[in-house]
C-alpha cells in the first residue's frame, strides 16, 4: 500500500512504511528525494516508487495520463499537431459521482477547455460509448 501511494504522488522517489513492533507502526513516509539510508532502522521497509508505464495512446507530454482513482478511461482523443492538449474521457463505473464532482474523475492537471479547443481536439475523435443502461427519458416514457 505504501509502494501504491508513492508511485501515485508525482513527487515521490522513496517510501518508508514502519512495521507492527516500530514505535511509529503502519505509518507510511513518503520522500521527495533519498540521499541517505537508515539501514539500522529495524521494522522499516523503504523502497522507490514503481514505475508507471502506459501504452502509446495515454502518453501525454512524456508521462502517463489516467482518470482519477474511482473512474475508468473509456477513450483517448487523438493527438492533434501543434497542440500539447489532449481530451480524455473519463467514466464512473458505478455511477456514484454527483455532477458537482465531476472534476474529480478527471486525471490530474486538468483543465477545462474552451469551446474553440474542445472543437478542435473533438475533430478526428471516434468514439462510441457503449450504452449499458437506459436513459432517464427512457425511463420516464416507459
Given amino acids: 500500500e505504501c509502494n501504491n501511494l508513492c508511485a501515485s504522488e508525482d513527487e515521490c522517489v522513496a517510501f518508508t512504511f514502519m512495521g507492527e513492533e516500530h514505535p511509529l507502526a503502519n505509518l507510511c513516509f513518503l520522500f521527495s528525494s533519498c540521499l541517505e539510508l537508515?539501514?539500522?532502522c529495524m521494522?522499516?521497509?523503504?523502497g522507490v516508487a514503481e514505475?508507471?508505464?502506459?501504452?502509446?495512446?495515454?502518453?501525454?507530454?512524456?508521462a502517463c495520463a489516467?482518470?482519477?482513482s474511482k473512474a475508468t478511461t473509456i477513450s483517448y482523443a487523438p493527438a492533434v499537431p501543434g497542440l500539447s492538449s489532449r481530451m480524455m474521457l473519463c467514466d464512473d463505473p458505478l455511477d456514484q459521482t454527483c455532477e458537482k464532482d465531476l472534476g474529480t474523475l478527471c486525471s490530474t492537471g486538468y483543465h477545462l477547455c474552451s469551446h474553440l479547443e474542445f472543437n478542435v481536439l473533438n475533430e478526428k475523435w471516434d468514439v462510441?460509448?457503449?450504452r449499458t443502461k437506459p436513459c432517464?427519458?427512457?425511463?420516464?416514457?416507459n
Fill in 136 to 141: 432517464w427519458r427512457d425511463l420516464l416514457t
Fill in 66 to 68: 489516467a482518470c482519477g
Fill in 38 to 40: 537508515d539501514e539500522d
Fill in 51 to 62: 514505475c508507471r508505464t502506459c501504452n502509446f495512446e495515454a502518453t501525454f507530454d512524456g
Fill in 128 to 130: 462510441s460509448v457503449p
Fill in 43 to 46: 521494522e522499516c521497509t523503504t
